[in-house]
Structure formats: structure tokens, C-alpha cells
């Protein structure tokens, strides 16, 4: 006998006041293990009015254990306690069409109120997610069960399975709790999820909206302060905005800002997550100690008379301009993250002094590689105004490397030339070094020297007022986030650029 059939032989001895406690443990469980059932309960309850006749006495006890249950089952159930809800409180007792009713009210309260305690015991053990990686999280580790509870990641990323298979990578900082296998809460953070057919439905719920699964890969960040957003990687997500009476059907390529009850179309970010086939290089990483080698590499770089500048905005010093401090490489670590147009982060560097050599080596996570636009890394205030040694600093349209000295090459000659970029969500090690006196600027991708670019003239570099992001406001927009920029006033050799890297790298 199907489910279906079994609840229905059930229910009618429920309704007949014939059930035993064997009976009534089974109808518990098939109520707790198949929505569609809970639906159907529903449906039966709105159509007898099961506790019309019940006396006020009872009806309060049950309105308790609706209540209690109200607030910890998830969606699914929520309906069937409404009507629970509605029917000990209605508006016009009618008479049952149950004549068992009408002399046995408080068997019929009391084996509702018995079900809906079950129900809600059952519930709350049962296993939603459970974790199967974590990169440096120190509220949960592997093998942790999920039941419903409300949890607060301060650093690291974790990776999650559903009760239906869903894989979730969520980033910190964060705050979230499943209210089913089937429904997560995102108060805060960031995620990653692949949606299996099993798990279709599967729907994150932000302040600011919903994302329903159609079978897919997409991820949602919830920032502490603005809008969420959807970014839909491959398949289907239904988004509705909290307010919106409408729901809008996004595609793989597609995202929204869900803001002030309305969604709008953004550029996609699908670099901006963690997702789950780089979770155990991180999490290996960390095991092998690269955090600390990475430190202790910084702390030889601090003491190196050569040194410019090192941003790896753990100082906790401001700086100007517009733009996210996010997670950086490691758990618990900062970096700036650059999302809208205009984000900036002004800085003054090198005194205005002319530099004859110069390295400058930055860790990077973009959004995107390549497209309509140059991408800023670091450029100097003003072009053109009769001071050569401007440099400018970006990822072309190609995703390679320029890096152009006023008024020198201006590097679309050796465009395709240069290393590209990755086009995927890893964290990228940029190194570029210019040495006036060879005359030449070198380029690395990830400790791996890429290309040498001749330069016809070799005045020194000028350094002073400078900008990473925006150039110009609107101009040359960086997407993405920048972590430990180095500015060193010597030519790094091939052996110090891989050394660098392979300290800093978070991945084994």
C-alpha cells in the first residue's frame, strides 16, 4: 500500500476516534515525511471544520500546540497549522458531519493537540543539512547536523548537503538556518548552491526576497547593509522581490538586485562565489599551513627597505572611497570588494618620488575576465599633464595584463601576447615589474613569468596620489576584490615572484 492510500485508512480512523497510539505514531510519520500529505490533512481539515464543535477549554490547548508548531515548522507546514489555527477559532460553529464529534470533543482536541506535539517533536530532530567541508570554520566542522537551528559564521567557507542533495558552499561572514532541506533562510553572507532534480524547489529566502530553484546552479549574497542578489550560473531560478507581486524567471547569465520591492537586472558576478569544486583546495590549503607561510612571507616583506606599500587591509586603517570590505584568501581575513560602478579606493603612495624599478604584485578574485571594458588595478591621478612616469596598472579587454608608463608603450601591441587570465572563480596572483633601466616591463600570472613588453623609453615610474577601481568615476570599471597589494621599489626576480606566490597561495 502507497503512502497516499495508507494516510487516507488513517486519517478515517482518526476521524471515526478508532486509531491506536500504533496507529496514530504511523500517521505522525507519514505527516512528517511527505508534504504533499501535509497538503491533504489540510484540504480534509477546511472541509469537516474538524474542531468546530470542540469546547473552548480544548480549543485553547490546541491553539497552544498550533501556535508553538507555527513557529518552528517550515513552509510546508505552515498551512496545515493555519487551518488548525482557523478551526479552533471559527466564525461560526457548524454543526460536524462526524456525529463521534459531537460526545467525544475532548478526544478529538486531544489527539490533535498529541499529533501536533509529535509533529513538531519530530521536526525539530530531524536532520536538514549536514556538513561535508569547511574551510576554516570554527562553528561547525564535518559531520556537523543541521536541524533548523540559527547559525553565525564569523570566517571561512563550509559546504553543506541536503536531506535531498542539494550542495550548498556558504562564505562568511554569515547568518542563516535552514527551516527545511527545502528552504534556507540567508539573513547575511554569501552562497553558492547545485540543485540536483531531487532537490528542485529548493529556495533561499533573503530580507529583500526569495530564490526558487528550478534545477540549477546560482548563487545569492546577502550583503550587511543594501540589497541581495541573484546570479543564476546555469538553469532556471524563480526571483520575486519581497512586496513584488510578480515573480521573474532568470536564466543561466542572469542576475538581479532585489531592492525596495522591485528586482533589476545587474551584470553577472560568477566569480564572486565560492562554489563547490574550489572548496577542497581551500580547505587543503589551510591544512598545510599556507596561512602561516603567507604571514610570515608579509612579515619579511614589512621589513624590506624597498618597500612602497603593502595593503592587505588587516591594519584596520581607512581609506578613502567607495567599496566592501569582504572575506579575503584566508578565514576571518579582509579584502575590498568592488561591485558598482564608481567603486573606488583612493590612496597616496611612493611621496612622489620617481622609480626607477618597480614590482607591483596583487592577489585578485574578478567577477568577470574580459568584455567591454579595461579593468583598473591601480592607476596614478592624471594622464597627459607633462609628468611622464604615470603608470597605469589593469587587466585589458582580453584579460591580459598592461601595464602602461606616460608616455610610453601603451600595451595593445603585445595584447594577445600577454598571459590571460583565468576565466573562473579562483584567487589570481598578479605580478608586473618594470625596470627603466633595461627597459622592459615582465609579467606573471600565478609565479609563472609570462611575457617580457619592450619599452621605447625609460623614464622612471611616478608615484603619488593614486586609485584602484574606477578611473575617472565611471571609467575602466574593476569588478571584484583586491587582496594584498604589494608596491616594492625594486625588479623582483623570476625566483622571488614564484617564492611569493607559492607563500600567499590559498589552494594545495
Same mark, same amino acid.
Given at each position: 500500500?502507497?503512502?497516499?492510500?495508507?494516510?487516507?485508512?488513517?486519517?478515517?480512523?482518526?476521524?471515526?476516534?478508532?486509531?491506536?497510539?500504533?496507529?496514530?505514531?504511523?500517521?505522525?510519520?507519514?505527516?512528517?515525511?511527505?508534504?504533499?500529505?501535509?497538503?491533504?490533512?489540510?484540504?480534509?481539515?477546511?472541509?469537516?471544520?474538524?474542531?468546530?464543535?470542540?469546547?473552548?477549554?480544548?480549543?485553547?490547548?490546541?491553539?497552544?500546540?498550533?501556535?508553538?508548531?507555527?513557529?518552528?515548522?517550515?513552509?510546508?507546514?505552515?498551512?496545515?497549522?493555519?487551518?488548525?489555527m482557523?478551526?479552533?477559532?471559527?466564525?461560526?460553529?457548524?454543526?460536524?458531519?462526524?456525529?463521534?464529534?459531537?460526545?467525544?470533543?475532548?478526544?478529538?482536541?486531544?489527539?490533535?493537540?498529541?499529533?501536533?506535539?509529535?509533529?513538531?517533536?519530530?521536526?525539530?530532530?530531524?536532520?536538514?543539512?549536514?556538513?561535508?567541508?569547511?574551510?576554516?570554520?570554527?562553528?561547525?566542522?564535518?559531520?556537523?547536523?543541521?536541524?533548523?537551528?540559527?547559525?553565525?559564521?564569523?570566517?571561512?567557507?563550509?559546504?553543506?548537503?541536503?536531506?535531498?542533495?542539494?550542495?550548498?558552499?556558504?562564505?562568511?561572514?554569515?547568518?542563516?538556518?535552514?527551516?527545511?532541506?527545502?528552504r534556507?533562510?540567508?539573513?547575511?553572507?554569501?552562497?553558492?548552491?547545485?540543485?540536483p532534480?531531487?532537490?528542485?524547489?529548493?529556495?533561499?529566502?533573503?530580507?529583500?526576497?526569495?530564490?526558487?530553484?528550478?534545477?540549477?546552479?546560482?548563487?545569492?549574497?546577502?550583503?550587511?547593509?543594501?540589497?541581495?542578489?541573484?546570479?543564476?550560473?546555469?538553469?532556471?531560478?524563480?526571483a520575486?522581490?519581497? =512586496? +513584488?507581486?510578480? !515573480?521573474?524567471?532568470?536564466?543561466? #547569465?542572469? @542576475?538581479?538586485?532585489?531592492?525596495?520591492? $522591485?528586482?533589476m537586472? &545587474?551584470?553577472?558576478?560568477?566569480?564572486?562565489?565560492?562554489?563547490?569544486?574550489?572548496?577542497?583546495?581551500?580547505?587543503?590549503?589551510?591544512?598545510?599551513?599556507?596561512?602561516?607561510?603567507?604571514?610570515?612571507?608579509?612579515?619579511?616583506?614589512?621589513?624590506?627597505?624597498?618597500?612602497?606599500?603593502?595593503?592587505?587591509?588587516?591594519?584596520?586603517?581607512?581609506?578613502?572611497?567607495?567599496?566592501?570590505?569582504v572575506?579575503?584568501?584566508w578565514?576571518?581575513?579582509?579584502?575590498?570588494?568592488?561591485?558598482?560602478? =564608481? +567603486?573606488?579606493? !583612493?590612496?597616496?603612495?611612493?611621496g #612622489?618620488? @620617481?622609480?626607477?624599478?618597480?614590482t607591483? $604584485?596583487?592577489?585578485? &578574485?574578478?567577477?568577470?575576465?574580459?568584455?567591454?571594458?579595461?579593468?583598473?588595478?591601480?592607476?596614478?591621478?592624471?594622464?597627459?599633464?607633462?609628468?611622464?612616469?604615470?603608470?597605469?596598472?589593469?587587466?585589458?579587454?582580453?584579460?591580459?595584463?598592461?601595464?602602461?608608463?606616460?608616455?610610453?608603450?601603451?600595451?595593445?601591441?603585445?595584447?594577445?601576447?600577454?598571459?590571460?587570465?583565468?576565466?573562473?572563480?579562483?584567487?589570481?596572483?598578479?605580478?608586473?615589474?618594470?625596470?627603466?633601466?633595461?627597459?622592459?616591463?615582465?609579467?606573471?600570472?600565478?609565479?609563472?613569468?609570462?611575457?617580457?613588453?619592450?619599452?621605447?623609453?625609460?623614464?622612471?615610474?611616478l608615484?603619488?596620489?593614486?586609485?584602484?577601481?574606477?578611473?575617472?568615476?565611471?571609467?575602466?570599471k574593476?569588478?571584484?576584490?583586491?587582496?594584498?597589494?604589494?608596491?616594492?621599489g625594486?625588479?623582483?626576480?623570476?625566483?622571488?615572484?614564484?617564492?611569493?606566490?607559492?607563500?600567499?597561495?590559498?589552494?594545495?
Amino acid at each position: 500500500m502507497n503512502p497516499d492510500e495508507r494516510f487516507e485508512l488513517l486519517w478515517t480512523d482518526f476521524l471515526e476516534g478508532d486509531l491506536d497510539a500504533n496507529g496514530m505514531a504511523e500517521l505522525q510519520s507519514l505527516l512528517a515525511q511527505h508534504s504533499h500529505l501535509q497538503e491533504r490533512a489540510t484540504d480534509l481539515l477546511q472541509i469537516h471544520r474538524l474542531l468546530g464543535v470542540v469546547g473552548q477549554e480544548e480549543r485553547a490547548s490546541t491553539e497552544v500546540f498550533a501556535r508553538e508548531v507555527l513557529n518552528r515548522l517550515p513552509k510546508t507546514g505552515e498551512a496545515f497549522v493555519g487551518a488548525v489555527m482557523r478551526a479552533v477559532n471559527p466564525s461560526s460553529p457548524s454543526r460536524s458531519r462526524f456525529p463521534w464529534l459531537s460526545w467525544r470533543p475532548l478526544t478529538a482536541a486531544a489527539c490533535l493537540a498529541l499529533m501536533l506535539s509529535a509533529w513538531w517533536w519530530q521536526g525539530s530532530q530531524r536532520v536538514l543539512a549536514t556538513v561535508v567541508n569547511d574551510a576554516g570554520v570554527e562553528e561547525l566542522s564535518n559531520g556537523a547536523m543541521l536541524k533548523g537551528e540559527t547559525h553565525s559564521l564569523k570566517g571561512g567557507n563550509v559546504e553543506l548537503i541536503t536531506a535531498r542533495g542539494a550542495r550548498i558552499v556558504i562564505e562568511a561572514p554569515a547568518e542563516f538556518r535552514f527551516e527545511s532541506a527545502q528552504r534556507l533562510r540567508m539573513m547575511s553572507g554569501r552562497l553558492s548552491a547545485e540543485v540536483p532534480p531531487a532537490a528542485k524547489g529548493f529556495t533561499v529566502v533573503t530580507p529583500s526576497g526569495d530564490a526558487v530553484d528550478l534545477g540549477t546552479r546560482f548563487g545569492v549574497d546577502v550583503p550587511l547593509n543594501g540589497a541581495a542578489e541573484i546570479h543564476v550560473f546555469q538553469g532556471e531560478v524563480i526571483a520575486k522581490a519581497s =512586496g +513584488d507581486l510578480t !515573480k521573474q524567471s532568470l536564466r543561466g #547569465g542572469d @542576475a538581479v538586485t532585489m531592492d525596495g520591492g $522591485a528586482s533589476m537586472a &545587474r551584470e553577472l558576478r560568477s566569480s564572486a562565489f565560492i562554489q563547490a569544486d574550489e572548496m577542497s583546495g581551500l580547505s587543503a590549503g589551510l591544512s598545510a599551513g599556507q596561512r602561516a607561510r603567507s604571514e610570515a612571507a608579509l612579515g619579511v616583506l614589512k621589513s624590506d627597505p624597498a618597500l612602497i606599500a603593502l595593503l592587505d587591509f588587516e591594519s584596520g586603517e581607512a581609506h578613502p572611497g567607495v567599496f566592501r570590505t569582504v572575506q579575503g584568501r584566508w578565514p576571518g581575513s579582509h579584502a575590498a570588494e568592488f561591485v558598482k560602478v =564608481g +567603486d573606488h579606493l !583612493k590612496l597616496d603612495v611612493g611621496g #612622489g618620488r @620617481a622609480w626607477p624599478q618597480l614590482t607591483l $604584485a596583487a592577489w585578485v &578574485r574578478l567577477d568577470r575576465v574580459g568584455g567591454e571594458r579595461l579593468q583598473s588595478l591601480l592607476h596614478t591621478d592624471g594622464w597627459k599633464r607633462n609628468e611622464p612616469g604615470m603608470i597605469h596598472w589593469q587587466v585589458s579587454k582580453l584579460g591580459t595584463m598592461w601595464l602602461m608608463i606616460f608616455p610610453g608603450l601603451k600595451g595593445n601591441a603585445t595584447e594577445a601576447a600577454t598571459p590571460a587570465l583565468p576565466d573562473q572563480g579562483r584567487w589570481t596572483h598578479l605580478v608586473s615589474v618594470f625596470d627603466a633601466e633595461k627597459c622592459s616591463v615582465r609579467h606573471y600570472l600565478n609565479g609563472v613569468f609570462g611575457i617580457e613588453v619592450p619599452q621605447p623609453e625609460a623614464q622612471s615610474a611616478l608615484l603619488g596620489p593614486a586609485q584602484i577601481g574606477n578611473w575617472d568615476q565611471y571609467d575602466r570599471k574593476l569588478s571584484g576584490r583586491i587582496d594584498e597589494m604589494l608596491l616594492l621599489g625594486r625588479a623582483m626576480s623570476d625566483a622571488d615572484v614564484r617564492a611569493l606566490f607559492e607563500a600567499g597561495n590559498p589552494y594545495r
